[in-house]
């Protein structure tokens, strides 16, 4: 496997495919976060609020990034990063996590990543500063 700083401007982690979201997913997650709003584990209360059923939480998706970057944790750190929410996700969604370097510079690399679900839609866009540490 390549270390970061062999990588170059425009290449592309190796993608992460996520298991499709489960109920069970988003329960535990609620449970960690502390985020208890119906509209993530309940289909009747995310139904009355005029969705399809239920929604994974954001931060769930924003989390779940960070699996793009578990292999080179030796190498350095998540130092900055800006999300944007661009789409929900469904139970049973298959979600993708893709990371492009967009700029190296001394000892930090950054790129764009997204979350897309499995029609190809973007549902997470954003940036990650990754800081390599100094030897």
């Given at each position: ?7 170059v401007?425009g290449?592309?982690l ?9 109920r ?5 997650y ?12 309940i ?5 009355k ?10 931060m769930?998706?924003?989390g ?6 578990t292999?080179?944790?030796d190498e350095?750190f998540?130092s900055?990063?800006?999300i944007?929410f661009?789409g929900?996700?469904f139970?049973?969604?298959v979600?993708?996590?893709k ?9 930090n ?5 997204l979350?897309?679900?499995?029609h ?6 954003g940036h990650?500063?990754?800081s390599?540490?100094?030897?």
């Amino acid at each position: 496997m390549k270390q970061l700083t062999e990588y170059v401007v425009g290449e592309c982690l190796n993608e992460v495919e996520l298991e499709p979201v489960s109920r069970l997913d988003l329960i535990k997650y609620a449970g960690a976060s502390g985020d208890y709003n119906p509209i993530h584990t309940i289909d009747e209360e995310a139904i009355k609020t005029g969705l399809p059923g239920i929604i994974a939480h954001g931060m769930w998706t924003m989390g779940n990034l960070s699996k793009l970057f578990t292999d080179y944790f030796d190498e350095g750190f998540i130092s900055d990063y800006s999300i944007r929410f661009k789409g929900m996700v469904f139970l049973n969604d298959v979600i993708t996590l893709k990371a492009i370097i967009k700029e190296k510079q001394d000892e930090n690399i950054r790129f764009t990543v997204l979350a897309v679900n499995q029609h190809n839609q973007e549902v997470l866009k954003g940036h990650v500063k990754y800081s390599i540490y100094e030897s």
